[in-house]
């Protein structure tokens, strides 16, 4: 069952001549997770906002699980979808961690007694809890990025977007990230969907929605998209040190699989062939 | 920077750190009120006695106390000339030209004073005790009342909290801000008032633009997390009244009623 339906969407900042949003449509099933990737200014962070309301639309329709998005609807469709944001410091409201995760539950007039126990239990699935009473000063930006997305599942959506969320990250941060929202799809039965420029959060992903300009180019597995080798560059996303080497091999002649291979695959695929010319 | 430490935080465990904010702030409010009753030897000592005990009962050493004092050490001294010369009647001690040293003015200086250090220090418990978010939740606990009015405490609180989340993020970009600044030659030390003035408004322009850009940013995502209005908010910070808050209120209630006794009825 399609979660995320998009139909036909337009979106033209008022100070632009140019749409950053020119008649977009695609589908997202329940409990996939899609990586919508693209240039810098090519809209997928207008979609985003688009997506949860923080803008409106000029015209199109976003339909999220059964309920059109409308001025009435937004503060229900909030309930349904979280946001993790680009820069950690500037998304996180609370004085501590704890506070920080509360205050979502706190705008939902959520009784105190619960509140403990959510709080509690939205930590220990990121991983955060001996960390509860520290501020923000004295955690890491991965660590930031954990306490929203506790924010988040505290108030128990069914779409989580990442909007951009690890950029700012350095590369174990962003590790370490990625395994906590692969564990927590699992375990919520969430649907994801991430902007990004970075690789591994893109192959992470079941499906790629590749955007330009404001209108969609392409949709396919990671792996289809992956083949594309010099397009991925075109198309916005940085090429995997994986592909670059295959690329390299296949210049020298060397027969290398056709099919996307993971740092970790390569490497196994190095030790198991010959590299025979 | 590290050198001021008036309205400074140090953690700790004492019988002063356990109160509630709300009583710390009442009875700071009530002693610097009462400060102003006391007239005589003894109405001050009972005021001095009762700080003495406070910074006794807080665990934290009377030098550093001191030391709080300190860059306040200039207006003080200002504070109390003033007063010497400018004090006129009763007994004149020394007089030179228009400056008169006079028994009253060495008695209204010695009383100013006693009240400077006295509110200086009270507030310096306060502040050396309690988290600044602390003071926070126990001002908007206090102000609760208003609500009745409309007023929006909620919303106040709020922009308090986040006011003081967001000190030490824009002191680490205004740190980032002067190094590179400082990478390109500038000096900050270096010139007279006017020099100097100068190269703090480089730091300042980027500074706010950055402020704006990110109040824009933490909007959106208080907005994204459901954020409507202050007002209808649960709270999942709680101040807890316990027994030691009232044993407080009452030695203070207790002592500070002697000295305005002292004052009006002997």
């Given at each position: 069952m399609a979660i995320i339906q998009v139909e036909h969407l337009n979106y033209q900042y008022s100070?632009?001549?140019?749409?950053?949003?020119?008649d977009v449509s695609f589908e997202i099933q329940a409990g996939d997770w899609v990586a919508i990737v693209g240039h810098n200014g090519s809209g997928k962070s207008t979609l985003a906002k688009l997506l949860i309301g923080l803008m409106a639309a000029d015209s199109g329709k976003i339909t999220i699980d059964g309920q059109e998005l409308t001025p009435d609807s937004v503060w229900q469709i909030r309930e349904k979808v979280g946001m993790v944001f680009q820069n950690p410091d500037n998304?996180?409201?609370?004085?501590t961690v704890a506070d920080d995760v509360a205050f979502g539950m706190e705008n939902r007039g959520v009784d105190r007694d619960t509140m403990v126990v959510k709080v509690d239990r939205a930590l220990k699935q990121v991983g955060m809890s001996a960390y509860k009473?520290?501020?923000?000063?004295?955690?890491s930006g991965g660590q930031k990025q954990r306490v929203a997305l506790a924010g988040i599942i505290a108030i128990a959506p069914k779409i989580l977007i990442l909007?951009?969320?690890?950029?700012?990250?350095d590369p174990r941060g962003r590790q370490e990230i990625l395994a906590v929202i692969q564990q927590l799809k699992t375990d919520l039965n969430l649907t994801v969907l991430s902007i990004t420029h970075d690789i591994d959060e893109a192959a992470n992903a079941d499906r790629l929605v590749v955007i330009d300009d404001g209108r969609f180019v392409e949709e396919a597995t990671p792996d289809n998209i992956f083949n594309h080798g010099q397009q991925l560059i075109d198309m916005g996303l940085d090429v995997p040190l994986s592909e670059k080497l295959k690329d390299a091999l296949q210049k020298r002649h060397v027969a290398v699989p056709q099919s996307y291979l993971d740092e970790r695959g390569l490497i196994d695929w190095l030790r198991t062939s010959r590299l025979n010319k | 920077m590290n050198k001021v430490m008036f309205g400074r935080f140090i953690p700790g465990h004492s019988w002063v750190h356990r109160l509630d904010p709300r009583a710390k702030l009442v009875l700071s409010f009530l002693y610097i009120a009462v400060v102003f009753f006391a007239n005589d030897f003894w109405t001050y000592l009972i005021m001095t006695v009762l700080l003495l005990a406070s910074v006794v009962a807080s665990a934290i050493p009377l030098r550093v106390y001191i030391r709080g004092l300190m860059p306040l050490f200039w207006l003080m001294i200002f504070t109390v000339l003033i007063q010497v010369f400018f004090?006129?009647?009763?007994?004149?001690?020394w007089q030179w030209g228009w400056l008169v040293v006079s028994q009253n003015g060495l008695n209204s200086a010695g009383l100013i004073l006693m009240r400077f250090v006295l509110i200086i220090l009270i507030s310096t418990i306060l502040t050396f005790t309690t988290e600044p978010l602390e003071i926070a939740d126990g001002i908007e606990s206090l102000l609760s009342p208003l609500r009745k009015f409309h007023f929006p405490v909620a919303t106040l609180a709020l922009m308090l909290s986040l006011a003081l989340r967001f000190v030490p993020t824009l002191m680490d970009e205004a740190e980032k801000i002067m190094n590179a600044q400082r990478s390109r030659g500038?000096?900050?030390?270096?010139?007279?008032l006017r020099q100097r003035i100068k190269t703090i408004v480089p730091i300042l322009i980027p500074l706010f633009v950055n402020a704006f850009n990110r109040a824009i940013e933490i909007s959106t995502a208080m907005e994204a997390r459901g954020?409507?209005?202050?007002?209808?908010r649960t709270k999942y910070r709680q101040l807890k009244w316990h027994r030691l808050d009232t044993v407080s209120l009452v030695i203070y209630v207790v002592s500070l009623s002697a000295v305005i006794g002292l004052r009006y009825f002997s």
């Open positions: 100070n632009s001549d140019t749409k950053a949003i020119d998304q996180f409201v609370g004085a009473d520290r501020e923000p000063a004295n955690l909007d951009e969320a690890t950029s700012m990250l | 004090g006129a009647g009763g007994h004149v001690y500038v000096d900050f030390g270096a010139g007279g954020y409507q209005d202050g007002e209808n």
